[in-house]
């Protein structure tokens, strides 16, 4: 979607057309548009600010506050290291930098060749396995740093066949 291409732009304006009769319709347009291409970048906003009357501002604001919203692309793999309370007196500080540094990248970015994002995230509720780490929404319980490089390879992997 890099630049908005005729397709991307006649999906966005049907997405917006679906939520017209809807009061505050922004949350809809917004989760429909970020399942459908995986982020929202700036040119996106400014078609549905174009096509909603919503100021950009207000779109802005929205998406940079949840951060189930993504202004950039997001890797195949998404790493979620919690760092709640319960995960990080269990070390889980350590696994995210294993994985900061085995990855070359900080939390809140993507691998160049667009396969890995690692995240930082919150609690996952799921503190009784502590430390947890979310996959692409799965959960991995009591990770330990030494197997994060076995994580990253079998994803590699995975993602070769
Ligand atoms: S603090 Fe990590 S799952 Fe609750």
Known sequence: ???????????????????????????????????EYGYIPLEVQELVSEKTGIPVAEIYGVVTFYSFFSLKPKGKYIIGCCLGTACYVKGAQAIIDRFS????????????????????????????????????????????PDQVQEIIKKLREEAAN
């Open 1 to 35: 979607m890099a630049h908005l291409n005729d397709a991307a732009k006649a999906k966005i304006t049907e997405i917006c057309e679906r939520y017209t009769d809807e009061k505050t319709p922004l949350m809809m347009i917004l989760s429909d548009i970020q399942r």
């Open 101 to 144: 540094e085995l990855l070359s990248i900080r939390p809140g970015e993507t691998t160049e060749d667009g396969l890995f994002t690692l995240d930082a995230l919150r609690c996952l509720g799921a503190c009784g396995i502590a430390p947890a780490v979310s996959i692409n929404g799965k959960v991995h319980p009591k990770v330990t």
